[in-house]
């Protein structure tokens, strides 16, 4: 019988990339979580680790062997989600991680309905964005993340992770004052898009989900944007609008439920929203806290 301890950790190591991720993340040594993965190497009768520079990397034997932990793993969920829905009051810690817009509109009143429903509920927050929040629910860090999905940018969906549709939150051209040069409200959305094309810019990282989104649209109607401003804080993209310093693509929730305080323009049709969803992994989503959390996030949107 394999020792379950030294097989998260090799778990631990697929999905963290490192030794000293892994005990990092699991407060241990990165000599001890060596030694513990040599133990179970001598365990299981083959090589699980070879080296590559200075790195490590799983041999074919230990991906077969993690296969079956993610499915031993997956049953543990369960079996802790069964006994905390036998219980009467509901308990313990749960840890969320959500990105900018839905942590500041959404997550303070799904907590509020969850403390009085829930008082001996523990929940724990993050900001995070999706491009690392969803590695790290993977990696066991969270126990549910809101994340979000651009028009013709899908987001992943590993093996291990289960997605629930939240809402759907429209997304706009924000123009930057003075908005004259923009057009009026009337002209196409793509004509309002071009107006601004020597207009500069101000988006979210290269690499992210929305940048990519972002440069598509600006492509797509005929040229490159100028961007001067790069960041994930979405209230400053907001604030730089405001000030007339860019054009931007804000999201609904910016506003959390407040009349724009810029003027806006509709954006092409299958571009008007993005998709807010949040993900557990397989085998979590009946634990009555994540079925108490999704819930009061729906009573939100």
């Known amino acids: 019988m394999f020792d379950l301890h030294r097989l998260r950790l090799l778990r631990e190591l697929k999905d963290r990339g490192t030794l000293a ?92 309905l969850l403390r009085e429903a829930h008082p001996g509920l523990r929940v724990h927050l993050t900001q995070l964005e999706p491009e690392k929040s969803l590695p790290a629910l993977l990696a ?4 549910l993340v809101v994340a979000e999905e651009y028009p013709g940018v899908p987001s992943p969906r590993p093996t291990g992770l289960e997605q629930e549709d939240l809402c759907a939150d429209p997304l706009h051209l924000a123009l930057p004052e003075p908005a004259s040069d923009a057009g009026s409200d009337t002209e196409s959305p793509t004509a309002a898009l071009r107006a601004l094309a020597d207009r500069p810019w101000v988006m979210e990282p ?13 492509r797509n109607a005929g040229f490159e944007p100028d961007v001067r401003f790069e960041t994930t804080d979405l209230l400053l993209h907001l604030r730089l609008v405001e000030r007339g310093h860019a054009a931007a693509l804000l999201p609904g929730l910016v506003w959390d439920g407040r009349p724009a305080t810029v003027p806006l323009r509709q954006l092409p049709r299958g571009q008007r929203a993005r998709r807010l969803f949040t993900a557990v992994r397989s085998g979590r989503s009946h634990h009555p806290a994540i ?3 999704r819930r009061a996030l729906r009573q939100t949107t």
């Open 140 to 143: 066991r860090d969270f126990d």
């Open 21 to 112: 991720a892994v005990a990092a993340a699991l407060s241990y040594s990165p000599s001890s979580v060596s030694q513990q993965l040599s133990q179970l190497e001598a365990e299981v009768g083959v090589q699980l680790l070879e080296p590559v520079g200075r790195r490590v990397r799983l041999t074919p034997q230990a991906e077969i062997l993690v296969a079956h932990t993610e499915a031993v793993l997956e049953r543990l969920e369960r079996a802790e989600a069964d006994i905390a829905t036998s219980l009467t009051d509901l308990t313990g810690t749960l840890r969320i991680a959500s990105f900018q817009t839905a942590a500041l509109a959404l997550v303070p009143a799904a907590l509020t």
């Open 291 to 293: 079925r108490a959390c």
């Open 206 to 218: 290269t690499g992210t989900a929305a940048r990519q989104w972002a440069m598509t649209l600006c």
